[in-house]
Nanobody, 122 residues
Framework: VQLQASGGGEVQAGDSLRLTCVASGGTFRSYGWFRQAPGMEREFVAAYMDRGSKIYYTDSVKGRFTVSRDNVKNTLYLQMNSLKPEDTGVYYC??????????????????WGQGTLVTVSS
C-alpha cells in the first residue's frame, strides 16, 4: 500500500490550498488527514469513512476545510480555505480500518503517506 500526498505550499493567511492523496495497493474503511506542527504531536484534522460516506473534522477546521474522496481514482482530497497561521504543519494522509470511536486517533491507521508541508504566514 502506498499513499502519495501532494499540494502543500506557502500561502498567506486567508488563502486556500487543496491537498491530494493518491492511494494504491488497497482500499480501506477510513482515510484521514493529520498534521504535525514543529515541536508538536501529530493531530487529527479530518477523516472520511467509505461506508456511509461519514465525515469527521477537528473543531478548529470545521467550516473551513472539506474532506472528500474519489473512489474511482482512489484519491483523498482536503480543500483548505481561510487558512490561518496555526494551520501550519506537515500534513499526512493515512488509511486504515479504525472503529468509529478511533477515527481521529493516529493509532487507528496502519498506512501513512510521506507528508506535505503547509506554511501559512500572517
Amino acid at each position: 500500500v502506498q499513499l502519495q500526498a501532494s499540494g502543500g505550499g506557502e500561502v498567506q493567511a486567508g488563502d486556500s490550498l487543496r491537498l491530494t492523496c493518491v492511494a494504491s495497493g488497497g482500499t480501506f474503511r477510513s482515510y484521514g488527514w493529520f498534521r504535525q506542527a514543529p515541536g508538536m504531536e501529530r493531530e487529527f484534522v479530518a477523516a472520511y469513512m467509505d461506508r456511509g460516506s461519514k465525515i469527521y473534522y477537528t473543531d478548529s477546521v470545521k467550516g473551513r476545510f472539506t474532506v472528500s474522496r474519489d473512489n474511482v481514482k482512489n484519491t483523498l482530497y482536503l480543500q483548505m480555505n481561510s487558512l490561518k497561521p496555526e494551520d501550519t504543519g506537515v500534513y499526512y494522509c493515512a488509511a486504515g480500518n479504525p472503529i468509529v470511536s478511533s477515527v481521529s486517533a493516529p493509532e487507528g491507521y496502519r498506512h501513512w503517506g510521506q507528508g506535505t508541508l503547509v506554511t501559512v504566514s500572517s
